[in-house]
């Protein structure tokens, strides 16, 4: 028998790590085999990426879950690993220590990767868990530290940025204390905000039209989650979602109208998405209001799979 060629594809995002390990074809061409796909809540970004660096307890939380990562390479015969780390990792002032400190422990080189090759990664994720068709989609990616936006269709790229306005970051500026109900003036605040920081966005909107919006991220699993009315583990979330309109609008009245203990509540929700969540939300109903777009669906596929994707092509 041929050895058998196992690849394991790790994200080290803002809040959380994913993990993907598959055996690649013998035959060229075929699909990939996976054997495991699982994630960790790490929260990178928890009480530094505002500031500029990696907290030492977010710092220890990403080595502790490499460690079991690593555990879960060996045990399933990994031959070679890609890992990339996104926008945490890429401001941090400690982002280097932190990729020498992972390749001295673990053995594992990390790629920092930029903005713009994260947005087109995960485009060519999306494109292998929604078909995106000739007409042109508003791809969103909502991270811990950063937001990528790409508008395409399935064959190319028509427009793509990063923006460092991750789910992280804005709920360090207008939600500090997400204890209680979000306040009006916050959701207003945060409102003016993207209409700052998001011109470039509104241009290429009002230019290329385009008809829906996949989301492809943490926050739109958990907005399928909560239309479903339960949480889905990682096995059990199907590569693409419809995610009707009217399901979002009722999840973000429910999200805006509730403190901390009663969005825990809410089915659906993962505790540690409780109060992200409601700062996304309020960007994703700002995406919507300056697009018109009503049809929404998300994309349990993004950069890991896109990377996977390239690396078969």
Do not use: C
Request: net charge negative; glycine share 10%; charged share 20%.
């Amino acid at each position: 028998m041929p050895p058998r060629h196992r690849l394991a594809l790790i994200d080290m995002g803002t809040n959380t790590f994913h993990l993907l390990i598959v055996e690649l074809p013998a035959v060229p061409g075929q699909p990939p085999h996976e054997l495991l796909r699982t994630k960790a809540g790490v929260r990178l970004g928890e009480g530094g990426i505002s500031k500029g660096e990696i907290a030492p307890e977010p710092y220890a939380r990403a080595l502790h879950t490499l460690a079991g990562f690593k555990e879960e390479m060996e045990l399933h015969g990994v031959t070679q690993v890609r890992a990339t780390a996104t926008s945490a990792v890429r401001v941090a002032r400690n982002g280097p220590a932190l990729v020498r400190e992972i390749a001295d422990q673990f053995g594992i080189e990390v790629e920092v990767i930029a903005g713009e090759r994260e947005a087109e990664l995960i485009w060519k994720g999306v494109r292998q868990a929604v078909p995106l068709g000739p007409q042109r989609q508003l791809i969103m990616d909502i991270g811990g530290g950063s937001v990528e936006f790409i508008i395409a269709n399935d064959h190319e790229i028509f427009w793509k940025q990063s923006f460092e306005i991750g789910a992280q970051r804005l709920l360090d500026q207008f939600f500090p204390d997400p204890s209680g109900v979000f306040p009006a003036a916050a959701v207003a605040a945060e409102q003016a905000y993207f209409d700052t920081m998001l011109g470039p966005l509104v241009a290429a909107l009002s230019e290329l039209k385009p008809v829906g919006l996949v989301g492809a991220s943490g926050s739109f699993d958990s907005l399928a989650d909560m239309q479903l009315g339960r949480l889905r583990t990682e096995k059990e979330l199907p590569p693409r979602v419809e995610l009707a309109l009217g399901s979002f609008q009722h999840s973000y009245a429910q999200l805006l109208s509730r403190d901390h203990a009663q969005r825990l509540a809410l089915p659906g929700i993962l505790p540690m998405r409780a109060n992200m969540l409601v700062v996304a939300t309020v960007l994703i109903d700002w995406v919507l209001g300056i697009s018109g777009i009503t049809h929404i669906q998300t994309s349990a596929f993004a950069l890991k799979e896109g990377l996977l994707a390239e690396m078969l092509s």
